[in-house]
């Protein structure tokens, strides 16, 4: 992998703008989604993840080429999100997510109605977390990165983050159970391989 | 039969190599241990089902969507130019040149510190150059040799001399300077007020050099009668005129 990100830079300092193209298309559904998921604000994380592609295009010939690239444009795009949501001051409402409108693929076994419930239940639940916790929870589950990734971003030794998702799914896990949403859970997992994570159009 | 501690940082561990993702029920790749214990207790079974469900849950909500010239709105905003790589070599090199100007820089201030008496602490003995050690002696003037020079000189010093020396050491009011101009010209070098003198050898610890270089600097915008007034500090030619001899 590190070959790969050396050749894609290599070619990007070149001026190749296929490179550039293909060094966006390869991020962009990491960056655009980590900024999307600590922003909550689709218009502002479409401008930051912009930006933080930009940043990262003019900042590649200080990329170290012995470490890889996924964690360095991470940790631009969480350093953007953090100054944004910095100037911002506030936290906006969760009626931004897309989730909460019925998916129409959800073929699980729990009522589409269930199904939303417990995905709201779940954002309420997360966005109520400590703000570290919730960007490590949120990386780490639903970005899928590794410790190791998201120890690099957040600048955090790996096990204070292992203790935060510790922590995190813990306090989900209450508030889903004091909401009576704990079957639902298990009905979810009863119906068998998980959904799947494919992007879906948040035009509402 | 494991505690309740145990049990939850085992089934964490699990949970964190993302094991129950990789297959179907989700419990069949327990650990060995765990799965005992949720065979043994179904209040535990229940806990590690619900622990999976949420996070099958959260790992498979939709996820928003990149929109579709996200990539050519970027590239329409890239400089032409494309940022050339700095080579391992050139990188270094500004590393080096980077922290050589650091140090030349803090060695700039430690200079400059040191080197004013104004900013130097008042216990610490500010040296100049003249005294440093193996130098001789420096040659020091007192207030009184200084006025009684410029009273030797006999010359006619101009206003803008004297609001020039006391200007910016002097502590005399500006009502004084409106009465030198009617004093008789041999008297002008009584007008230097003792703590304007005594500011300026203070200043310049008493050395002569140092004297002269500030007065020098001071009076350097007054033209002829000024260089007259103050040659007799071995500033340019002396230029003191005789007494006419009757």
């Known amino acids: ?204 | 039969m494991m505690d309740d501690q145990t049990f939850e940082s085992a089934l964490n561990a699990w949970w964190d190599e993302r094991d129950h993702l990789k297959d179907p029920s989700g419990l069949e790749s327990l650990p060995e241990e765990l799965r005992r214990e949720i065979d043994r207790d179904p209040q535990r079974r229940d806990d590690a089902l619900a622990w999976i469900g949420l996070a099958r849950r959260v790992s498979s909500l939709p996820k928003p969507a990149v929109p579709g010239d996200f990539a050519d709105r970027i590239l329409a905003q890239l400089p032409t130019k494309a940022p050339r790589r700095r080579g391992p070599g050139t990188r270094r090199f500004v590393a080096v040149i980077g922290a050589v100007a650091a140090v030349a820089a803090c060695l700039l201030v430690v200079v400059a510190l040191t080197s004013s008496p104004d900013s130097a602490p008042s216990d610490v003995a500010v040296v100049p150059p003249e005294t440093r050690p193996g130098d001789g002696p420096p040659e020091t003037l007192e207030p009184e040799m200084l006025v009684v020079d410029l009273r030797q000189t006999g010359a006619t010093y101009s206003k803008a001399f004297w609001e020039l020396v006391e200007s910016p050491l002097g502590t005399e009011d500006s009502s004084s300077a409106t009465e030198r101009e009617d004093d008789h010209p041999e008297a002008t070098a009584l007008f230097v007020a003792p703590g304007a003198l005594d500011e300026l050898l203070k200043e310049t610890s008493g050395n002569a050099e140092r004297v002269r270089a500030k007065m020098s600097q001071r009076l350097a915008p007054v033209r002829e009668t000024t260089f007259s007034a103050f040659s007799f500090l071995g500033v340019g030619a002396p230029q003191v005129p005789e007494e006419p001899t009757i």
């Not at chain 1, 703008?17 to 604000?41: K, S």
């Not at chain 1, 689709?42 to 200080?62: C, M, N, S, W």
């Not at chain 1, 909460?100 to 309420?124: C, F, K, Q, W």
């Not at chain 1, 949120?138 to 600048?155: C, M, P």
Request: overall charge negative; aromatic content about 6%; some cysteine.
């Open chain 1, 1 to 204: 992998m590190l070959s790969d990100d050396q050749d894609l830079v290599d070619r990007c300092l070149a001026g190749d703008e296929i490179a550039y193209r293909d060094f966006v298309e390869r991020y962009q559904e990491l960056i655009h989604g980590v900024c999307y998921r600590l922003l909550r604000d689709r218009h502002e994380a479409e401008d930051v993840a912009q930006e933080v592609f930009l940043r990262a295009i003019r900042a590649l010939d200080r990329w170290d080429s012995r470490r890889p690239l996924r964690p360095w444009i991470l940790t631009i795009a969480i350093n953007r999100c953090r100054t944004c949501l910095g100037r911002r001051g506030r936290r906006p409402t969760p009626s931004e997510y897309p989730e909460m409108i019925a998916d129409p693929r959800s073929d699980s076994g729990e009522s589409h109605l269930d199904a939303n419930e417990l995905d709201t239940e779940i954002r309420v639940a997360v966005d109520s977390l400590r703000e570290d916790q919730r960007q490590a929870f949120l990386l780490f589950h639903e970005q899928g990165l590794s410790y190791e990734e998201i120890s690099d971003a957040l600048a955090t030794p790996i096990g204070t983050l292992k203790t935060w998702v510790h922590r995190s799914r813990k306090r989900i896990l209450d508030h889903l159970k004091d909401k009576g949403f704990a079957e639902v859970l298990q009905a979810a997992l009863a119906c068998g391989a998980p959904r799947s994570t494919g992007s879906q159009s948040d035009d509402g």
